[in-house]
C-alpha cells in the first residue's frame, strides 16, 4: 500500500491549494521543515502564517500563485498533497498536471476529495455517530421549517473514484488509487456535542485500524464514505 510509506524529515513538501494550511501545520510541528504552502487566495496565506504564528512553530514558505500554473520549478517537491481542493474544479485535469509536473520522479501526491453527496447519504452513518442531528433535522421538517441552506457559487463536483484513477494514469502517475474514507466529514455539524461523541467514535475507528494494520486508516465501505483519498507516484 503506497501508504505505507514514513515520510522523510527531508521531505520537500507543497500543500497546493494550502487556505488556512491546517496539513502543512500538523507536519511543521512534528519536525517536518521544508514546507511550502501555495494558494490565490492572499486572505488563506494570511491566515496560515497567523495559524503557525499562534503555535509558536516556524513559518513555512508561502507562495501566492494560480494553483494550475504556480511558477515553481518542475521536479522540486517529494510530496504535494491537499484537503478539499480537486472537487472544486469541473475538470480537474489540469490541477493534476501540474501536480505531475512539479512532482519529484519516485515522490507521491496524497489529496483528500470532499465531493457532493446528498443528505441521504449521510443518515445512517448520523444515526451511528451522532443522532442529535437527525432528531433535529426531523423536528425541523415535522415543523415545516423552510429556512433554506446558504447559497455558494462555490464548485462542488461529485466525480466518482474511477474517473480520478483514470485522470491520473492518463497524466502518467503510476500505483494511483482513490479510495472510499472518512465516515465522519458530515456529522460532525453539532459542535460541543461533536467534539464530546463523535471524536470518540474517530479516535476508537484509528485505533482499531491502527492495530489491524489497515492503510489508509480511515478507509471505509462505499456506502459510509464521505471523502475520498487520491495517493499516486510519478516514476
Not at 135 to 151: F, H, M
Not at 188 to 211: A, E, F, I, K, P
Amino acid at each position: 500500500m503506497l501508504l505505507c510509506c514514513q515520510p522523510k524529515k527531508t521531505w520537500r513538501f507543497l500543500e497546493l491549494g494550502s487556505g488556512r494550511g491546517t496539513t502543512s501545520l500538523y507536519l511543521a510541528s512534528r519536525g517536518y521543515d521544508d514546507i511550502t504552502l501555495l494558494d490565490l487566495s492572499e486572505t488563506g496565506l494570511k491566515q496560515a502564517f497567523d495559524n503557525f504564528q499562534s503555535e509558536n512553530v516556524a513559518p513555512p514558505k508561502l507562495v501566492h500563485a494560480n494553483a494550475l500554473q504556480s511558477g515553481l520549478p518542475s521536479n522540486s517537491f517529494d510530496c504535494i498533497y491537499n484537503i478539499g481542493v480537486l472537487e472544486h474544479f469541473d475538470n480537474p485535469s489540469e490541477f493534476l498536471k501540474e501536480s505531475f509536473r512539479l512532482l519529484a520522479p519516485g515522490e507521491i501526491i496524497f489529496m483528500v476529495i470532499v465531493p457532493k453527496v446528498p443528505y441521504s447519504r449521510s443518515i445512517l452513518c448520523r444515526l451511528l455517530f451522532n443522532p442529535i442531528t437527525l432528531i433535529k433535522k426531523l423536528i425541523k421538517t415535522l415543523l415545516g421549517d423552510k429556512t433554506k441552506s446558504p447559497v455558494s457559487n462555490m464548485i462542488r463536483t461529485s466525480i466518482d473514484d474511477d474517473e480520478y484513477v483514470r485522470i491520473a494514469n492518463s497524466l502518467g502517475f503510476t500505483k494511483t488509487q482513490c479510495v472510499p474514507y472518512n465516515p465522519y466529514h458530515q456529522v460532525c455539524q453539532d459542535g460541543r456535542y461533536s467534539n464530546s461523541w463523535v471524536l470518540r467514535w474517530y479516535r476508537l475507528h484509528y485505533r482499531v485500524m491502527q492495530l489491524i494494520g489497515r492503510e489508509p486508516r480511515l478507509r471505509v465501505a462505499k456506502p459510509f464514505a464521505f471523502c475520498l483519498l487520491l495517493t499516486a507516484t510519478k516514476d
